[in-house]
């Protein structure tokens, strides 16, 4: 795995032919348990990576499309599954816990629901106040630069334009790690204003 | 391949699991010849995506140990390669042109000769005075932070930290793409600045 921004955070790629930019997953490494983020298929070598780090105890899935392979990573390793709660009904997933808005997953990981996007209530993590890691709503296509999910997908422009606002605002951001596109290590709060502003 | 964070900008990606990052390749893509610099092996996803976009003129490689897969690149598409002047004697691959400092090898691309890192004259590329294409001496191993080569691979840790500084200065470099470890768009000159204040 790939070195982040910070010493215990870790992250793996996986190049989407269709759309010419990379998947990423998160690993927070942490005493009380490290979490993974909408974690992808390891390679051998990450996984024994993962292994040295100290495993995985919690997955964390911020949207639907976003489950990849957390199943399989759950099932070898017994760490529990945490879903969005907006997708409770539907979810392909079985989750041991359902996330709200507002919720502190573990300490220091704070969610918030996004809406208008292609499910309801994706998650967007923010990690100790600093780090924002998003699913699907908030990407990167161009270097640098942030976007929202192109119109056709979203469900509800005006309710998205509003979550990404409401993002925005979050004083502080260094980080954002989308799960599709460009990660982006400094300056994130400089970059969602300038997303905010454009929409 | 990914778009970068300018529209004549792509790159293509290798995970390294000896160094836990990504090397990195850049495409620039030009009306009077599509540029590769470091080219590593391609997918034949992108190397359809790179005919779509004009083909390859010219492969301009930084230094010895970043050939890569370019000759054979060069093989089948007939591009002319370019090399760096300090590894005239010695370099494995053929040139049709050995760059010197503050050369421009075609009109908006400048080279600069690095010194003291494991090869001679080691090139560092400046795109249209905004954008930093970087061979082995200046990558980055954490997300948002530029670092020298480890000390024990450099030939001369003077002249290594005298070619940062002079990189440093500068002046306006939005963007900086090391061929080892992650692409930083924005604030180029800030983390430029970061590292030679560091050493």
Sequence with gaps: MKQLHRKDLFGWSEFNNERNLDFHSVLWVREEGNVLIDPLPMSEHDRSHLQRLG????IVITNSDHCRDAEHIAGNTGA???GP???EDTFPVFCERWIHDNEEIVPGLIAYQMQGSKTPGELALLLEYTTLIT???IRSHV???LCLLPEEKLTDVNQAIQSIKRIA???GIKAVLPGDGWP???HGSEALHRLARSL
């Design 55 to 58: 495993g995985v105890s919690f």
């Design 80 to 82: 529990a599954i945490y």
């Design 85 to 87: 709660a907006g997708e």
């Design 135 to 137: 699913g699907d709503l």
């Design 143 to 145: 270097g640098g630069e």
């Design 169 to 171: 605002e979050l004083p």
């Design 184 to 186: 982006l290590f400094n």
